[in-house]
């Protein structure tokens, strides 16, 4: 078997580098709210932090070379998320 065919590409490293931090990322979220210890929550909330800027650099990087297009929302569909999120808040409190 030519091992070359085994060899991930920059891409390949790239999207399995921010798969791993937003997998990092979600179980932070899930330490922090099922962590009764204070100083224990402090270090996973600032490990989420962490995780979540270099989860963004990795996606621009991803988004400037094209391996991740996006498009941008329309503002009324900006605005339509806000209505939704504020009528939401609201309902649960």
């Not at 099922?34 to 100083?39: D, G």
């Not at 996973?44 to 990795?58: A, G, P, R, T």
């Not at 070379?65 to 409190?93: F, M």
Request: proline share 1%.
């Amino acid at each position: 078997m030519n091992s070359t065919m085994n060899m991930m590409t920059e891409k390949d490293l790239t999207e399995d580098l921010l798969s791993s931090e937003k997998h990092l990322i979600s179980s932070y979220s899930t330490g922090i709210t099922e962590s009764s210890c204070q100083n224990l929550r402090n270090v996973l909330v600032n490990n989420l932090k962490s995780s979540e800027d270099e989860q963004y650099k990795i996606f621009d990087a991803m988004k400037q070379k094209g391996w991740y297009p996006t498009k941008d929302a329309q503002d009324s569909e900006v605005q339509q998320v806000k209505t939704d999120a504020t009528n939401l808040s609201r309902d649960i409190r």
